[in-house]
């Protein structure tokens, strides 16, 4: 399945923040990132589940941060393959294109909540309930990290 036409990399400018996002049904990891320094940082979950309330919690954000882009993590199996939740997941990057008219790139996401799992279990979040409330988070920083470092590659 191809992605959504909504990947301007050549038009990012050389500094301004990006949000990133791990999207799932019932949360929805935040990170945010800085085009200059390459870094990314986990932001926040949101745990809204309804339409209206995911994207007013986007809009505040947006609001907040300012980006010049958002970056949505893709899902895909192993192999390359779409995953069950890949449909779910262009759909949620074209309604952020369609609602806030700011370019929206997706990145692979393959085995990104496994190594955010892991990260926060050596990070002192030993039981799972702690590790649960950052987890989407984490996978949004690893996502938009990989973006960032992505781009770093090829200048």
Same mark, same amino acid.
């Given at each position: 399945?191809?992605?959504?036409?909504?990947?301007?990399?050549?038009?990012?400018?050389?500094?301004?923040?990006?949000?990133?996002?791990?999207?799932?049904?019932?949360?929805?990891?935040?990170?945010?990132?800085?085009?200059?320094?390459?870094?990314?940082?986990?932001?926040?979950?949101?745990?809204?589940?309804?339409?209206?309330?995911?994207?007013?919690?986007? &809009?505040?954000?947006?609001?907040?941060?300012?980006?010049? /882009?958002?970056?949505?993590?893709?899902?895909? $199996? #192993? %192999?390359?393959? !779409?995953?069950?939740?890949?449909?779910?997941?262009?759909?949620?990057?074209?309604?952020?294109?369609?609602?806030?008219?700011?370019?929206?790139?997706?990145?692979?996401?393959?085995?990104?909540?496994?190594? &955010?799992?892991?990260?926060?279990?050596?990070?002192?979040? /030993?039981?799972?309930?702690?590790?649960?409330? $950052? #987890? %989407?988070?984490? !996978?949004?920083?690893?996502?938009?990290?990989?973006?960032?470092?992505?781009?770093?590659?090829?200048?």
């Amino acid at each position: 399945m191809p992605e959504p036409a909504l990947r301007p990399r050549t038009a990012l400018p050389m500094r301004g923040t990006l949000l990133g996002f791990d999207y799932g049904q019932a949360r929805t990891g935040v990170a945010v990132g800085e085009l200059e320094t390459g870094t990314a940082s986990a932001l926040l979950t949101i745990n809204d589940v309804t339409r209206a309330g995911r994207f007013a919690a986007i &809009a505040a954000l947006l609001d907040e941060w300012r980006p010049v /882009a958002l970056v949505v993590g893709m899902p895909r $199996h #192993l %192999d390359g393959s !779409a995953h069950e939740l890949t449909t779910r997941c262009l759909r949620f990057a074209n309604q952020l294109h369609g609602r806030f008219g700011l370019p929206v790139m997706t990145c692979d996401e393959r085995l990104t909540s496994v190594a &955010a799992e892991e990260s926060l279990k050596h990070s002192g979040h /030993a039981n799972w309930r702690s590790r649960k409330t $950052h #987890l %989407d988070a984490v !996978a949004a920083q690893l996502i938009l990290q990989h973006f960032l470092d992505s781009l770093h590659e090829q200048s």
